[in-house]
């Protein structure tokens, strides 16, 4: 889910840069042909105005199928119609103004790479403009290089922090608040990648269920505090017990799971042991474990389902200890004997 989300998010930020650069074109059209309408035909050349209004549905019709770094080469291309209304202007003009439309675009949507060719293409094109006309001068290029530079730079400013915002807001999704570790929207992803990895390179996964022995016993009678600090201690034995490759994640409550890349049964209840026997030794909970594995796994899911099942049978047969899936034949590890009971 998590994915198609981000597909979409992507989808739509492609679409608003199709429509608005549409949309830039099909504006600068209208304001030609109401100047020409106003001014009389004989005015103004009609090029510019003709090529941005054909311009216009053929960016939306043929945009969302061209690379996007193509698409902003329609930042040059319009400062360039602007440099021909502007050398083809009658007398003084306003029409240097219309060069902020298309670098506001592309510092808006590219980054500095693409944005640069665009201002460097409004230094250019103006002096050439300038240069055709008998009243052109020096300080009317300044004036409109000045400018340019100063909408390039505070929209690229303002842009790069927005999409630094954007991608801290996207991480915190993926982030449980209380213990640092993924959330299950975080494990979706992550998994997705190993379980892919895992088929592509022949390479076994594990999958170890835990969660905290008798929690709800914890809030009740120390109050939810504890739990919370519980759940954050247990946070950090997983960070000590794990490897960078292994992916972390609080899925509920007080329930948490570890997947293991290039792990086999045997080496997966062996980690989910010594992180069983690192918990008792604090002294303040203990857990119990499942532990499912495949040499092929076709998802992610059938994996969980098999821990989770086998983290069930850890909790009935007395707790604090790691039970293999059925299916894996591994038997009870470790373990101090707990009351039985209700699973919590």
Request: charged share 20%; net charge neutral.
């Amino acid at each position: 889910m998590s994915n198609r989300t981000d597909d979409t998010d992507v989808s739509s930020a492609e679409s608003t840069l199709v429509r608005s650069g549409a949309a830039i074109y099909a504006g600068a059209a209208a304001i030609g042909a109401l100047e020409t309408a106003v001014r009389g035909a004989a005015a103004y050349s009609p090029v510019p105005w003709t090529i941005a209004l054909l311009m216009a549905p053929a960016i939306l019709v043929f945009g969302p199928r061209v690379p996007r770094s193509a698409l902003a080469a329609l930042g040059p291309i319009g400062v360039v119609l602007v440099a021909m209304v502007v050398a083809h202007s009658p007398g003084a003009s306003d029409a240097a103004i219309l060069y902020a439309w298309p670098v506001l675009w592309v510092a808006c949507f590219f980054g500095v790479r693409e944005t640069a060719p665009t201002v460097l293409a409004v230094f250019v094109a103006h002096a050439l403009a300038l240069l055709a006309l008998p009243d052109g001068s020096l300080d009317r290029w300044c004036a409109v290089a000045t400018s340019v530079v100063i909408v390039a730079t505070v929209v690229r400013v303002l842009a790069a922090r927005n999409e630094r915002l954007v991608a801290r807001l996207r991480a915190e999704l993926r982030i449980d608040p209380l213990t640092g570790l993924l959330n299950r929207r975080g494990l979706s992803e992550r998994s997705e990648s190993e379980i892919a990895r895992s088929r592509r390179e022949d390479q076994p996964l594990a999958v170890v269920a835990l969660d905290v022995d008798h929690f709800k016993r914890i809030n009740d009678t120390h109050g939810h505090d504890a739990g919370d600090r519980a759940l954050i201690e247990l946070a950090a034995v997983l960070r000590e017990q794990t490897r960078g490759s292994d992916i972390v994640a609080r899925t509920g409550g007080e329930e948490f799971l570890v997947v293991l890349p290039n792990a086999d049964m045997h080496a997966a209840t062996e980690f989910a042991e010594r992180l069983r026997a690192a918990v008792e030794a604090g002294g303040r909970m203990t857990i119990s474990a499942g532990v499912a594995a495949s040499s092929r796994p076709e998802t992610i899911f059938a994996l969980t389902d098999a821990a989770d099942e086998a983290l069930y049978a850890a909790k009935r047969a007395g707790r604090n200890r790691v039970i293999g899936a059925p299916s894996t034949g591994v038997a009870s590890v470790g373990a101090a004997e707990g009351a039985r009971g209700s699973v919590d």
